[in-house]
């Protein structure tokens, strides 16, 4: 028995989707803890590929279930959208849960976060448009409309009157935007909450009796660390905590269930959207990067800007999270090229500098100080195990397992689920970092 926690250790689209679907298959419930539709994690299981933005990883696995917990916020129209291309391609829904306390995203929502990223102008955050920040600025301003609301139609008419009446006045009068029908607006959620009923339940209370029947629980991570609201690049960040610890208040389970945590990273960096990104790749490198790795956002069909890998953000992500392992996925979009930097430190102010500066300022300013490995130039796609792999590929990931002090469990060298090497047990295998008791380097595959 094994609780999981797997994380984005960078700007998110690590491909955790990928991750999660393969742990899935020993996983009994998978758990969504935060985030909403502005995840979009792809899942290509043999010719079929699967985008999801809000039903966990886990939902191609028909005995798993899933459960979109208490920290999430859910925009109900997105939401029945997926269900119907999941019903589709004839996935069952049988097992998919709903917390009743997660948040609701109205169209208020998603016209404010768009208003206000115009307002902001060359300040933008460059969000996914999806109403995400303005959702979880109701919550924290305590006049959110939870799932349990909208199921209620009394409740809903009443709380939706008074709210929409009130965005009202800021729609209008602040951005200059068309004021909502709080009657159109009450119809359509009601129509909506029809279709979530039969999937809403106590998430909590669900998770807690998996607990106690000693099931296997995988929770899915949306974002990546550096997205984090707290501790990632602020104010380029998403709205909620997507670090291992925001998944136990999110799913609403205390830390000690908790048997592991992995972390997942690209073998190079990517970010959407706007905010400072040290590695980045603005000419042909980076432009290369994005063809051949595919790199454009699920959500919104943004190009994704790529980078070299970091391991000062690496290494932080690893001290935010509490790593035992890592996964590192797309290891064949590098295949060609014939040398790969990565960035072993920054430059801040002529000083070098080691760990990641949570001044925003400060990160803004720092250059990165790369070691430059040589490549392999030759195709990873089909390796089976690490012996497959050039040795100079093998090289770059101990490289990087080394800087990162976490072991690497699995490598991921294709979106297929096949394509993947597992080097460890990443649910049993080595824990946590590559020193022992003594200080002494603990010997792991990889
Ligand atoms: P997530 O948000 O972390 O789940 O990641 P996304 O799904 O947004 O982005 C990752 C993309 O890379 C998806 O299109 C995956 O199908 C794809 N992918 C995942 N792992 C690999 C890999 O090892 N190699 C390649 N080439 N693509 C991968
Ligand atoms: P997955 O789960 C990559 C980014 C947006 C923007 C910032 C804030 O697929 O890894 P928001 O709409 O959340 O207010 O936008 O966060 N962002 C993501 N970037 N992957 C994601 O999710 C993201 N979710 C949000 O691009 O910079
Ligand atoms: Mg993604």
């Known amino acids: 028995m094994a609780n999981v926690i797997v994380i984005g250790a960078q700007w998110g689209d690590e491909g955790k989707g990928k991750i999660t679907d393969l742990?899935?298959?020993?996983?009994?419930?998978?758990?969504?803890?935060?985030?909403?539709?502005?995840?979009?994690?792809?899942v290509v299981v043999a010719d079929r590929t699967f985008k999801l933005h809000l039903i966990p990883s886990g939902i191609l696995y028909p005995n798993t279930e899933c459960i979109i917990g208490s920290g999430t916020v859910i925009d109900p129209q997105v939401f029945i959208e997926e269900i119907k291309q999941l019903e589709t391609l004839n996935v069952s829904l049988k097992n998919?849960?709903?917390?009743?306390?997660?948040?609701?995203?109205?169209?208020?929502?998603?016209?404010?976060?768009?208003?206000?990223?115009?307002?902001?102008?060359?300040?933008?955050i460059g969000t996914t448009g999806r109403g995400i920040g303005p959702t979880y600025a109701d919550k924290s301003e305590r006049i959110g409309i939870r799932v349990v609301d909208l199921i209620n139609p009394d409740d809903l008419k009443t709380k939706l009157e008074w709210t929409i009446n009130y965005k009202n006045v800021i729609l209008e009068k602040l951005y200059n935007v068309s004021p909502l029908d709080p009657k159109v607006v009450i119809e359509e959620y009601l129509e909506y909450a029809d279709r979530l009923?039969?999937?809403?339940?106590?998430?909590?209370?669900?998770?807690?009796?998996?607990?106690?029947?000693?099931?296997?629980?995988?929770?899915?991570?949306?974002?990546?660390?550096?997205?984090?609201?707290?501790h990632g690049t602020y104010p380029y960040v998403t709205s909620s905590n997507p670090i291992a610890g925001g998944a136990c208040v999110g799913a609403g389970v205390g830390p000690t269930i908790i048997d592991r945590?992995?972390?997942?990273?690209?073998?190079?960096?990517?970010?959407?959207?706007?905010g400072p990104f040290p590695t980045e790749l603005k000419g042909d490198i980076g432009e290369n990067l994005c063809d051949w790795g595919a790199e454009f956002g699920t959500t919104t069909g943004r190009r994704r800007r790529c980078g070299w890998f970091d391991a000062v953000i690496g290494r932080y992500a690893v001290r935010i999270n509490g790593f035992d392992c890592l996964a590192i996925t797309k290891l064949d979009v590098l295949d060609r090229l014939d040398e790969i930097k990565v960035c072993v430190a920054y430059k801040l102010d002529g000083q070098t500098c080691y760990d990641f500066p949570?001044?925003?300022?400060?990160?803004?300013?720092?250059?990165?100080?790369?070691?430059?490995?040589?490549?392999?130039?030759?195709?990873?796609?089909?390796?089976?195990?690490?012996?497959?792999?050039?040795?100079?590929?093998?090289?770059?990931?101990?490289?990087?397992?080394?800087?990162?002090?976490?072991?690497?469990?699995?490598?991921?060298?294709?979106?297929?689920r096949d394509q993947t090497i597992i080097v460890e047990d990443p649910?049993?295998?080595p824990k946590r970092a590559l020193l022992d008791a003594n200080g002494d380097p603990v010997k792991t595959k990889v």
Not at 31 to 42: D, E, L
Not at 98 to 110: C, G, K, N
């Open 261 to 274: 945590v992995i972390g997942v990273a690209k073998a190079y960096t990517t970010r959407v959207g706007e």
């Open 96 to 124: 998919l849960f709903i917390s009743q306390t997660a948040h609701v995203t109205m169209p208020y929502h998603r016209a404010i976060d768009r208003a206000s990223e115009e307002r902001r102008g060359k300040h933008k």
């Open 358 to 416: 949570t001044n925003a300022s400060q990160f803004a300013r720092c250059e990165p100080i790369y070691e430059t490995l040589p490549g392999w130039q030759k195709s990873t796609a089909d390796c089976k195990t690490l012996e497959d792999l050039p040795p100079k590929a093998l090289n770059y990931l101990k490289f990087l397992a080394e800087l990162m002090e976490v072991p690497i469990a699995i490598v991921s060298i294709g979106a297929k």
């Open 197 to 230: 009923r039969p999937h809403v339940i106590d998430s909590s209370l669900k998770i807690y009796q998996a607990v106690k029947q000693k099931k296997n629980i995988l929770f899915e991570g949306a974002q990546g660390t550096l997205l984090d609201l707290d």
């Open 427 to 429: 649910i049993h295998g």
């Open 23 to 42: 742990l899935s298959k020993s996983a009994d419930v998978v758990v969504r803890s935060q985030g909403g539709v502005n995840a979009g994690h792809t």
